[in-house]
Protein backbone atom coordinates (compact mmCIF):
# COMPACT_ATOMS: atom_id res chain seq x y z
CA UNK A 1 0.00 0.00 0.00
CA UNK A 2 1.47 3.10 -1.07
CA UNK A 3 2.07 6.26 1.26
CA UNK A 4 -0.53 8.25 -0.40
CA UNK A 5 -3.19 5.78 -0.45
CA UNK A 6 -2.46 5.51 3.51
CA UNK A 7 -2.31 9.01 4.03
CA UNK A 8 -6.12 9.37 1.77
CA UNK A 9 -7.83 6.41 4.24
CA UNK A 10 -6.66 8.17 6.86
CA UNK A 11 -8.07 11.64 5.99
CA UNK A 12 -11.16 9.40 5.10
CA UNK A 13 -11.46 8.26 8.65
CA UNK A 14 -11.28 11.07 10.69
CA UNK A 15 -13.75 12.72 8.56
CA UNK A 16 -16.28 10.62 8.89
CA UNK A 17 -15.19 9.83 12.20
CA UNK A 18 -15.81 14.10 12.45
CA UNK A 19 -18.75 13.89 11.44
CA UNK A 20 -20.10 11.05 13.43
CA UNK A 21 -19.09 13.33 16.05
CA UNK A 22 -20.85 16.59 15.09
CA UNK A 23 -24.01 14.33 14.39
CA UNK A 24 -24.10 13.24 18.22
CA UNK A 25 -23.26 16.68 19.40
CA UNK A 26 -26.48 17.84 17.43
CA UNK A 27 -28.58 14.94 18.44
CA UNK A 28 -27.04 15.61 22.15
CA UNK A 29 -27.85 19.61 22.28
CA UNK A 30 -30.60 19.99 19.92
CA UNK A 31 -32.84 16.69 19.35
CA UNK A 32 -32.99 15.51 22.76
CA UNK A 33 -34.32 19.05 23.69
CA UNK A 34 -36.67 19.28 20.66
CA UNK A 35 -37.73 15.95 22.08
CA UNK A 36 -38.24 16.72 25.37
CA UNK A 37 -40.18 19.81 24.83
CA UNK A 38 -42.67 18.06 22.75
CA UNK A 39 -42.85 15.48 25.41
CA UNK A 40 -43.35 17.62 28.47
CA UNK A 41 -45.55 20.03 26.62
CA UNK A 42 -47.58 17.21 26.12
CA UNK A 43 -47.65 15.77 29.53
CA UNK A 44 -48.70 19.28 31.10
CA UNK A 45 -51.65 19.26 28.55
CA UNK A 46 -52.88 15.71 29.39
CA UNK A 47 -52.93 16.86 33.09
CA UNK A 48 -54.48 20.02 32.32
CA UNK A 49 -57.34 18.07 30.47
CA UNK A 50 -57.41 15.46 33.76
CA UNK A 51 -57.94 18.68 35.79
CA UNK A 52 -60.45 20.48 34.13
CA UNK A 53 -62.33 17.51 34.16
CA UNK A 54 -62.66 17.29 38.10
CA UNK A 55 -60.54 17.13 40.87
CA UNK A 56 -57.29 14.24 41.42
CA UNK A 57 -57.34 11.20 42.92
CA UNK A 58 -54.97 11.80 45.59
CA UNK A 59 -56.24 14.69 48.35
CA UNK A 60 -54.58 17.51 49.21
CA UNK A 61 -53.70 18.75 52.80
CA UNK A 62 -55.18 21.44 53.92
CA UNK A 63 -53.99 24.86 53.70
CA UNK A 64 -51.65 25.97 56.08
CA UNK A 65 -48.66 28.36 56.35
CA UNK A 66 -47.16 26.62 58.90
CA UNK A 67 -47.92 23.10 57.81
CA UNK A 68 -47.58 20.36 60.95
CA UNK A 69 -45.05 17.80 60.57
CA UNK A 70 -47.38 14.31 60.40
CA UNK A 71 -45.39 10.80 59.87
CA UNK A 72 -44.21 9.98 56.72
CA UNK A 73 -46.10 8.62 54.15
CA UNK A 74 -45.53 7.12 50.92
CA UNK A 75 -46.94 8.13 47.34
CA UNK A 76 -50.53 7.64 47.12
CA UNK A 77 -51.41 4.91 44.55
CA UNK A 78 -53.20 7.44 42.33
CA UNK A 79 -49.28 8.25 41.51
CA UNK A 80 -48.95 5.75 38.41
CA UNK A 81 -45.37 4.48 37.06
CA UNK A 82 -44.57 6.94 34.31
CA UNK A 83 -47.66 9.48 34.04
CA UNK A 84 -47.92 12.87 35.25
CA UNK A 85 -49.24 14.31 38.26
CA UNK A 86 -48.58 17.80 38.89
CA UNK A 87 -45.99 21.15 37.77
CA UNK A 88 -43.11 22.16 39.10
CA UNK A 89 -42.28 25.66 38.57
CA UNK A 90 -39.03 27.32 39.83
CA UNK A 91 -38.95 31.63 39.54
CA UNK A 92 -35.31 31.05 40.32
CA UNK A 93 -34.75 29.57 36.54
CA UNK A 94 -36.79 32.11 34.68
CA UNK A 95 -40.60 32.86 34.35
CA UNK A 96 -40.95 30.09 31.72
CA UNK A 97 -39.89 27.60 33.54
CA UNK A 98 -42.43 25.03 34.04
CA UNK A 99 -42.28 21.14 33.95
CA UNK A 100 -44.34 18.29 34.77
CA UNK A 101 -43.48 15.93 36.85
CA UNK A 102 -44.14 12.45 36.88
CA UNK A 103 -43.99 8.96 38.37
CA UNK A 104 -40.73 7.30 38.63
CA UNK A 105 -37.08 7.84 37.62
CA UNK A 106 -36.85 5.69 34.56
CA UNK A 107 -35.03 6.22 31.99
CA UNK A 108 -37.89 7.02 29.54
CA UNK A 109 -39.58 8.95 32.30
CA UNK A 110 -37.20 11.32 32.76
CA UNK A 111 -37.48 11.93 28.94
CA UNK A 112 -40.44 13.36 29.62
CA UNK A 113 -40.24 15.47 32.53
CA UNK A 114 -38.83 15.37 36.35
CA UNK A 115 -39.49 12.07 38.16
CA UNK A 116 -40.56 11.37 41.92
CA UNK A 117 -38.96 8.68 43.38
CA UNK A 118 -41.70 6.26 44.07
CA UNK A 119 -40.57 4.83 47.37
CA UNK A 120 -40.48 8.75 48.78
CA UNK A 121 -43.62 10.58 50.66
CA UNK A 122 -46.49 12.56 48.31
CA UNK A 123 -46.66 15.95 47.27
CA UNK A 124 -47.35 18.40 50.32
CA UNK A 125 -47.51 15.23 52.56
CA UNK A 126 -45.31 14.38 55.66
CA UNK A 127 -42.11 13.32 55.15
CA UNK A 128 -39.52 14.02 51.73
CA UNK A 129 -41.28 14.24 48.55
CA UNK A 130 -38.06 13.54 46.31
CA UNK A 131 -37.91 14.64 42.49
CA UNK A 132 -34.75 13.95 39.64
CA UNK A 133 -34.35 15.45 36.87
CA UNK A 134 -31.75 16.06 33.96
CA UNK A 135 -29.16 18.21 34.20
CA UNK A 136 -28.24 18.42 30.60
CA UNK A 137 -29.88 16.87 27.64
CA UNK A 138 -33.80 16.12 27.35
CA UNK A 139 -34.67 19.93 27.69
CA UNK A 140 -32.00 21.32 30.35
CA UNK A 141 -34.53 21.21 33.17
CA UNK A 142 -31.75 21.62 36.06
CA UNK A 143 -29.24 23.38 33.77
CA UNK A 144 -29.33 25.90 36.32
CA UNK A 145 -29.74 24.03 39.44
CA UNK A 146 -26.15 25.77 41.02
CA UNK A 147 -27.97 28.97 41.68
CA UNK A 148 -30.23 27.28 43.94
CA UNK A 149 -30.13 29.83 47.29
CA UNK A 150 -31.37 30.01 50.65
CA UNK A 151 -35.34 31.13 50.66
CA UNK A 152 -35.81 30.51 46.75
CA UNK A 153 -39.36 29.27 46.18
CA UNK A 154 -40.11 25.74 44.13
CA UNK A 155 -44.06 25.41 43.76
CA UNK A 156 -46.10 22.84 42.44
CA UNK A 157 -49.41 21.95 41.78
CA UNK A 158 -51.64 18.76 41.68
CA UNK A 159 -54.71 20.41 40.20
CA UNK A 160 -56.03 21.75 43.17
CA UNK A 161 -53.51 23.02 45.69
CA UNK A 162 -50.57 25.13 45.14
CA UNK A 163 -47.84 24.22 47.22
CA UNK A 164 -44.90 26.33 47.84
CA UNK A 165 -41.68 25.51 49.41
CA UNK A 166 -38.49 27.11 49.82
CA UNK A 167 -34.97 25.99 49.45
CA UNK A 168 -33.36 25.66 53.28
CA UNK A 169 -29.28 25.92 51.69
CA UNK A 170 -26.91 26.42 48.63
CA UNK A 171 -27.25 23.12 46.39
CA UNK A 172 -24.80 19.90 48.36
CA UNK A 173 -22.78 17.80 46.16
CA UNK A 174 -22.15 14.16 47.06
CA UNK A 175 -22.08 10.85 44.96
CA UNK A 176 -24.46 8.94 43.27
CA UNK A 177 -24.91 6.40 46.22
CA UNK A 178 -25.88 8.82 48.93
CA UNK A 179 -29.32 7.38 48.92
CA UNK A 180 -29.51 9.21 52.37
CA UNK A 181 -30.69 12.27 50.33
CA UNK A 182 -33.62 11.24 50.04
CA UNK A 183 -35.05 9.69 53.03
CA UNK A 184 -37.94 11.36 55.53
CA UNK A 185 -35.46 13.39 57.33
CA UNK A 186 -32.52 13.63 55.17
CA UNK A 187 -29.21 13.44 56.66
CA UNK A 188 -26.51 16.78 56.13
CA UNK A 189 -29.92 18.73 55.20
CA UNK A 190 -30.58 20.24 58.52
CA UNK A 191 -33.47 19.10 59.60
CA UNK A 192 -33.87 18.15 62.83
CA UNK A 193 -37.19 16.08 62.55
CA UNK A 194 -40.25 14.82 60.87
CA UNK A 195 -41.54 17.49 58.52
CA UNK A 196 -42.60 17.72 54.90
CA UNK A 197 -39.72 18.38 52.95
CA UNK A 198 -38.80 18.73 49.33
CA UNK A 199 -35.69 17.16 47.89
CA UNK A 200 -34.28 17.96 44.07
CA UNK A 201 -32.18 15.78 42.84
CA UNK A 202 -29.25 16.04 39.60
CA UNK A 203 -25.96 15.22 38.26
CA UNK A 204 -22.59 17.06 38.20
CA UNK A 205 -20.86 18.37 36.92
CA UNK A 206 -23.17 19.71 33.66
CA UNK A 207 -21.84 17.64 31.48
CA UNK A 208 -21.16 14.25 33.32
CA UNK A 209 -22.70 12.25 36.10
CA UNK A 210 -20.13 11.30 38.70
CA UNK A 211 -21.61 13.26 41.55
CA UNK A 212 -24.77 14.32 42.31
CA UNK A 213 -26.12 17.98 43.24
CA UNK A 214 -28.94 17.72 46.09
CA UNK A 215 -31.34 20.76 47.17
CA UNK A 216 -33.88 20.37 50.21
CA UNK A 217 -36.71 22.78 51.36
CA UNK A 218 -39.24 22.68 53.14
CA UNK A 219 -42.90 23.24 52.86
CA UNK A 220 -43.40 26.89 53.27
CA UNK A 221 -47.48 27.37 52.49
CA UNK A 222 -50.20 26.05 50.44
CA UNK A 223 -53.66 27.08 49.09
CA UNK A 224 -56.70 26.13 46.65
CA UNK A 225 -56.02 26.82 43.12
CA UNK A 226 -59.15 28.78 43.32
CA UNK A 227 -57.45 31.52 45.03
CA UNK A 228 -55.03 31.88 42.69
CA UNK A 229 -51.45 32.18 42.03
CA UNK A 230 -49.29 31.67 45.09
CA UNK A 231 -47.26 35.01 45.54
CA UNK A 232 -44.15 33.55 44.45
CA UNK A 233 -45.46 32.85 40.92
CA UNK A 234 -46.72 36.64 41.01
CA UNK A 235 -43.02 38.44 41.78
Known sequence: MSVRL?????????????????LFVVYVLFWTGIKAGSATDGQIDKLQEEWSQGPVA???????????????????????????????????????????????????TLQKGLGHYSSTAALGGGG???????RRTYGDPFKDFPKLRPGDAVVLTDG???????IDKKPYRTVPG??????????????????????????????GSSHRLIAWAHLDATQPVTDGKPEALRS
Open 58 to 108: APAPEPTATPAAPDPAPAPEAYRDGKPFAVMYIPRFGGGWDWPVLEGTKVR
Open 6 to 22: IVRTFSELCITVGTLIV
Open 178 to 207: DVGVIDPVPRKSGFDGPGRYLTLTTCDPEW
Open 128 to 134: NFSVAGH
Open 160 to 166: TTWFTYR
